[in-house]
T-cell receptor, first 112, second 116 residues
């Protein structure tokens, strides 16, 4: 069966510091991968998606970036965090032709 | 671009009763999928049910069923025999079949509270 992992689960970072969030998927190959952000009390905003290694599409211009160095690894990064980057970050993968997306447990990021 | 609207920010229901959550969407696509996701206090997003737009029959998953009205662009979720564990934020989501990335567009969510 497929599983998706995210770490860390919780992160508190000062403004201006770098960021690296990691997402890995097990039990599948060549998945579509997605990064979402959820602000407090709001829906999910798609940040990036990837259809393959090294292929990244950005949905929202911001100071975040994403990379996919391996087939089942998706990384969200920032060189300098802003207060507005605080939120809950979710990684997801897409299964087959049905377009269902399955989500990881998320990372709660607080920027102080 | 697609939009998904959930007009009920909060709802409550008594245990064992039935509740219906509303969702409308706007799209020019003819072929797409619709989903309901549940986000309990743990914040894990859990797929509840999906509907393919080309199917006229409404999807059902145990106590969860949908009322899909394609012409009206409406996709409501009915929860029967509500249980305390159903307390969660529920999100409606749209995904076109065509287009790069197969991206989901989410509504803003409905917070459901099941009460004793």
């Amino acid at each position: 069966s497929q599983t998706i992992h995210q770490w860390p689960a919780t992160l508190v970072q000062p403004v201006g510091s770098p960021l690296s969030l990691e997402c890995t998927v097990e039990g599948t190959s060549n998945p579509n991968l997605y990064w979402y952000r959820q602000a407090a009390g709001r829906g999910l905003q798609l940040l990036f998606y990837s259809v393959g290694i090294g292929q990244i599409s950005s949905e929202v211009p911001q100071n975040l970036s994403a990379s996919r160095p391996q087939d089942r690894q998706f990384i969200l990064s920032s060189k300098k965090l802003l207060l507005s980057d605080s939120g809950f970050y979710l990684c997801a993968w897409r299964r087959g032709v049905i377009n269902e997306q399955f989500f990881g447990p998320g990372t709660r990021l607080t920027v102080l | 671009a697609q939009t998904v609207t959930q007009s009920q920010p909060e709802m409550s229901v008594q245990e064992a009763e039935t509740v219906t959550l509303s969702c409308t969407y706007d799209t020019s696509e003819n072929n797409y999928y619709l989903f309901w996701y549940k986000q309990p206090p743990s914040r894990q997003m859990i797929l509840v049910i999906r509907q393919e737009a080309y199917k006229q029959q409404n999807a059902t998953e145990n106590r969860f069923s949908v009322n899909f009205q394609k012409a009206a662009k409406s996709f409501s979720l009915k929860i029967s025999d509500s249980q305390l564990g159903d307390t969660a934020m529920y999100f409606c989501a749209f995904c076109p079949v065509a287009g790069g990335g197969n991206k989901l567009t989410f509504g803003t969510g409905t917070q459901l509270k099941v009460e004793l």
